[in-house]
T-cell receptor
Framework: DGGITQSPKYLFRKEGQNVTLSCEQN?????MYWYRQDPGQGLRLIYY???????QKGDIAEGYSVSREKKESFPLTVTSAQKNPTAFYLC????????????FGPGTRLTVT | QQQVKQSPQSLIVQKGGISIINCAYE??????FPWYQQFPGKGPALLIA?????SEKKEGRFTISFNKSAKQFSLHIMDSQPGDSATYFC?????????????FGQGTILTVHP
């Protein structure tokens, strides 16, 4: 059963805590992406990785960090420096490094209070 | 220049009607234009995509029309069904150093009444 998995579906944290969101894909895709979605808005790119052990900042990288140590995994850490961390976080992957076709996981809804 | 402007914000259509959602862009380097469908609480699903070398692409009831000179593209949903009720996003990306960096529109909430 191939696909992109994100866990957990819902995550609750206290302000000031770092939290790591999981993203795994077994599609053998080269590239992986993290987006943030706020209510009534489009998706905004946080970080992306076109190849293992390499990643680039997207449009809203401040307060986030990532790693890409394995092809199938691209975890996102939301740090305490992120001023408005409550959001719906979406991971995507693409078959090639060019990223033209991106397929999304089910998302993790993070609530920080 | 990286923006993609989407309209309308919301759309109500009767079953069997045609739903039309429009997007406009400024960045002439954009060379890939996908549309995504998202149901509440789910991740977006890739519906259909087009490159600037064609003016129209059809897949089933979904058609993208592309106007390169006007820098606009639109999604047409023919014979709209209640199951099509969802939020639709257009997006665009460019090559070069921007490979894979999708810029999304704000989304259109489509409601199809039975």
């Amino acid at each position: 059963d191939g696909g992109i998995t994100q866990s957990p579906k819902y995550l609750f944290r206290k302000e000031g805590q770092n939290v790591t969101l999981s993203c795994e894909q077994n599609l053998n895709h080269d590239a992986m992406y993290w987006y943030r979605q706020d209510p009534g808005q489009g998706l905004r790119l946080i970080y992306y990785s076109q190849i293992v052990n390499d990643f680039q900042k997207g449009d809203i990288a401040e307060g986030y960090s990532v790693s890409r140590e394995k092809k199938e995994s691209f975890p996102l850490t939301v740090t305490s420096a992120q001023k408005n961390p409550t959001a719906f976080y979406l991971c995507a992957s693409s078959p090639t490094w060019q990223g033209y076709e991106q397929y999304f996981g089910p998302g993790t809804r993070l609530t920080v209070t | 220049q990286q923006q993609v402007k989407q309209s309308p914000q919301s759309l109500i259509v009767q079953k069997g009607g045609i739903s039309i959602i429009n997007c406009a862009y400024e960045n002439t380097a954009f060379d890939y234009f996908p549309w995504y469908q998202q149901f509440p609480g789910k991740g977006p699903a890739l519906l259909i995509a087009i490159r600037p070398d064609v003016s129209e692409k059809k897949e089933g009831r979904f058609t993208i029309s592309f106007n390169k000179s006007a820098k606009q593209f639109s999604l047409h949903i023919m014979d709209s069904q209640p199951g099509d009720s969802a939020t639709y996003f257009c997006a665009a990306s460019a090559g070069g150093t921007s490979y894979g960096k999708l810029t999304f529109g704000q989304g259109t909430i489509l409601t199809v009444h039975p």
